[in-house]
């Protein structure tokens, strides 16, 4: 199956459901990582340290980041 015809079965419900998703999926990532880096029973089990907001803001455009490429590189796949 070519990858046209891949991207032309998905529907504008399927993208949003996949969008949704995806937010679903950072904020539990992000969420996650503040449980263990942030509570004193995460820093003890994984041997870390609390960080401050400075190097969260750092971080949060690497998490966004591989959802951004991958919006893009479907944007012009489509195109193509």
């Known amino acids: 199956m070519s990858y046209r015809r ?4 998905v ?4 993208a949003s459901a996949v969008a949704c998703r ?5 904020a539990a990532e992000v969420l996650l990582a503040a449980l263990i880096i942030e509570t004193s029973a995460g820093n003890s089990l994984f041997a870390c340290a609390p960080i401050g907001a400075d190097v969260w803001l750092l ?7 591989p959802l951004a490429t991958d919006e893009i590189r479907k944007y012009f796949g489509s195109r193509a």
């Open 59 to 65: 971080l949060i455009p690497f998490a966004v980041l």
């Open 11 to 14: 529907t504008e419900h399927t």
């Open 6 to 9: 891949i991207l032309s079965v």
């Open 22 to 26: 995806y937010g679903i999926s950072l």
